[in-house]
């Protein structure tokens, strides 16, 4: 339940947060990217990355643990990776 809130919790900020007239390509987010991102972008963008590998898998729930374990596991492979793009990791990742 706690999760579930959480959870609810993000998508009401999400909601609430001002327009920005600003259009990201996620596609073309490098791993070396994700070092110069805040906390909150980064919390986004991984939220974005799980719901869209979710939404390709035609899996609806949001599992924050799972999310957990593979922003970390992204973390380290592209530490190692800065010139991988993200969604390319998580694949690579995935397949493993």
Known sequence: ?????????????????????????????????LASMSEEDSGFFFTWVHGYFGGQAGDTTMDLGAMEAAGKAIGEYCAGNPDVGVLTAVKQLSEQ
Request: charged share 20%.
């Open 1 to 33: 339940m706690k999760k579930q809130l959480l959870a609810i919790g993000l998508l009401m900020a999400a909601a609430t947060m001002p327009a920005k007239a600003e259009v990201i390509d996620l596609g073309t987010v490098k791993c070396s990217d």
